[in-house]
């Protein structure tokens, strides 16, 4: 079945940096990549997703890049701020079945 | 409300005992998810309803889980004889449609504790 690794699992970044989060995955029949931002208490929310056809994708200081070849995904956070501090969730989907299968996440900390 | 709305927030019971867990998805969403997710982890797959048809029951862990959806609306996720093990944050999900590339919205969990 379908394995998704994710790194780092800890990530310390300045306010104002870039971070990077970087996902794997095994089955090249997968063809939905979305992440999901979760706070304490609180149920994953999502924050962007991209489908195979589809190389890269932004969302103002958020962008996702896909390299089916490679089977990876990464989720790029530009311009920081405390407020995304969180953990962040790779996940990966394919036709034939609907639910998800999720990164182990990243515990992000932006420091002000 | 306009979310997933799943109740209670937080249960804590006696090792043995059976316990329910509620979820009301979008209003709209056909099919609904339960995960499971234990401390510092990522999220496990546990059950899919879509529409009418059979659920996909292949993430239960035993026989001591079990899930229903009535109506096409509302599910309750049932644990018999419950273990320590069973402990963790317990989510559901919806999506407008069971298609894989749909996006799936989360509630806020039930948190299980077994003592």
């Known amino acids: 079945g379908e394995n998704v690794e994710q790194h780092p699992s800890t990530l310390s970044v300045q306010e104002g940096d870039s971070a990077v989060i970087k996902c794997t995955y095994s089955d090249s029949a997968s063809n939905y990549f979305p992440w999901y931002k979760q706070e304490l208490g609180k149920g994953p929310q999502l924050i962007i997703d991209?489908?195979?056809?589809?190389g890269e994708k932004k969302d103002q200081r958020i962008a996702v890049t896909l390299n089916k070849t490679a089977k990876h995904f990464s989720l790029h956070i530009t311009e920081t701020q405390p407020e995304d501090s969180a953990v962040y969730f790779c996940?990966?989907?394919?036709?034939?079945?609907?639910?998800?299968?999720f990164g182990k996440g990243t515990k992000l900390s932006v420091k002000p | 409300g306009a979310g997933v709305s799943q109740s209670p927030s937080n249960k804590v019971t006696e090792k043995g005992k059976d316990v329910e867990l509620r979820c009301d998805p979008i209003?709209?969403?056909?099919?609904l998810y339960w995960y499971r997710q234990s401390l510092g982890q990522g999220l496990e797959f546990l059950i899919y309803?879509?529409?009418?048809?059979?659920?996909?029951k292949s993430g239960l862990p035993s026989d001591r889980f079990s899930a229903e959806r009535t109506g096409g609306s509302v599910s309750t996720l049932t644990i018999q004889r419950t273990q320590q093990e069973d402990s963790a944050v317990y989510l559901c999900?919806?999506?407008?449609?069971?298609?894989?590339?749909?996006?799936?919205?989360f509630g806020d969990g039930t948190r299980l504790s077994i003592l």
């Open positions: 309803f879509q529409g009418n048809s059979a659920p996909d």
């Open positions: 209003s709209g969403h056909t099919a």
């Open positions: 991209i489908r195979s056809n589809v």
């Open positions: 996940a990966a989907s394919k036709r034939s079945q609907g639910n998800l299968i």
């Open positions: 999900a919806s999506s407008l449609t069971g298609s894989s590339n749909q996006p799936q919205h």
